[in-house]
C-alpha cells in the first residue's frame, strides 16, 4: 500500500477500507472469546481509490479474535503481482479495542501492521505500522464512520509520517439484505505520492447484497490523480467497477 496517504479525508465504505477485516462476521460469542473470519475474491484490489493488484483478480482472507471486553487482534492478507518491494502477499497484522460508548455510537483504537514477507532487501523497506482510530454511529438504517489513520515516521516511508482521515456511509435498506455506500476519500503525503503533489481525492458508491454467509458487492472507484502519460502507471488511478464476493464465519 506505499502508494498512499500523509493525510487522508474522506467518505469510504467502512468495509472496504482495507486495513480491517473483510467480510468478518460478528456473532454472539458463547464465552468470552469469540473467532470470526472470511474469505473474498475481488476483481481489482483497490486501496484508497489505488490499484495495487494491477487490475487483477485477488484473493482475501482474514480471522480475527475478540474478546467481550473489547480487546481484538487479527490477520488479514491479499495476493499481490510479484515484484521486488512487496513480494506475491499482502499481510496486515492488527490489533486494538472497540466498544460502544453510547446508544448507536462505537469506538474502534487499534493499529495495522502491513508486511510484505516476499519483500527482497536490495528492493528497499516496504513494511510499515499504521495507528487507527474510528467513530461510528448509526442513525436509523443509516451508519455515519469516521477514521484517522497515523503513520510515524519510518524507513518504508522515505522517513516521513502520514494521516489519512476518513468519512463512510453505508445505508442499509430496510427489510432487504441490501446496504448502500458512498464515499468520499484525501490523500496527501509520502503515501500519497502516487500523485506529483502528494495528495489526492478518491469516491466511491457502491452496494452490497448479502445472502446468509455470502455478500456481494459492486462499487465504482475514481480518483481526480492526473495523468502521467504513461498507460502502465495511470492504468493505477483510472476509474473502475470491482466486484467482491465473499463468504464469512
Keep these: 500500500m506505499k502508494f498512499l496517504t500523509k493525510a487522508c479525508f474522506g467518505m469510504l465504505l467502512a468495509a472496504s477500507t482495507l486495513s480491517t477485516p473483510a467480510f468478518a462476521q460478528e456473532e454472539e460469542a458463547s464465552g468470552p472469546v469469540s473467532l470470526s473470519g472470511g474469505v473474498s475474491v475481488v476483481s481489482d484490489y483497490r486501496f484508497r481509490g ?56 462505537s469506538v474502534d483504537i487499534g493499529a495495522t501492521y502491513y508486511v510484505y514477507p516476499g519483500n527482497q532487501d536490495f528492493a528497499g523497506p516496504s513494511d510499515y505500522v499504521e495507528i487507527i482510530g474510528k467513530l461510528s454511529h448509526d442513525i436509523g438504517p443509516v451508519s455515519v464512520t469516521g477514521m484517522v489513520a497515523y503513520a510515524p515516521d519510518q524507513k518504508s516511508l522515505g522517513s516521513d509520517d502520514n494521516i489519512y482521515l ?41 452496494a452490497s447484497f448479502a445472502a446468509g454467509p ?29 466486484f467482491t464476493l465473499g463468504v464469512s464465519f
Design 166 to 206: 476518513n468519512l463512510g456511509l453505508g445505508y442499509g435498506i430496510p427489510d432487504t439484505p441490501v446496504t448502500l455506500t458512498a464515499g468520499l476519500g484525501y490523500t496527501d503525503g509520502s503515501l500519497g505520492a502516487a500523485s506529483a503533489d502528494g495528495n489526492y481525492l478518491d469516491w466511491s458508491v457502491g
Design 50 to 105: 489505488i490499484s495495487l493488484s494491477n487490475e487483477k483478480v485477488a484473493l482475501q482472507s482474514t480471522l480475527t479474535v475478540s474478546h467481550e471486553s473489547g480487546l481484538y487482534a487479527g490477520v488479514w492478507g491479499s495476493t499481490l503481482p510479484d515484484s521486488p518491494l512487496y513480494g506475491k502477499y499482502e499481510l496486515d497484522l492488527y490489533a486494538g479495542f472497540a466498544t460502544e460508548i453510547a446508544p448507536g455510537t
Design 214 to 242: 455470502a455478500t456481494l458487492s459492486v462499487q465504482y472507484i475514481d480518483t481526480d490523480i492526473k495523468k502521467t502519460g504513461i498507460g502502465a502507471v495511470d492504468t493505477l488511478y483510472d476509474p473502475t467497477v470491482v
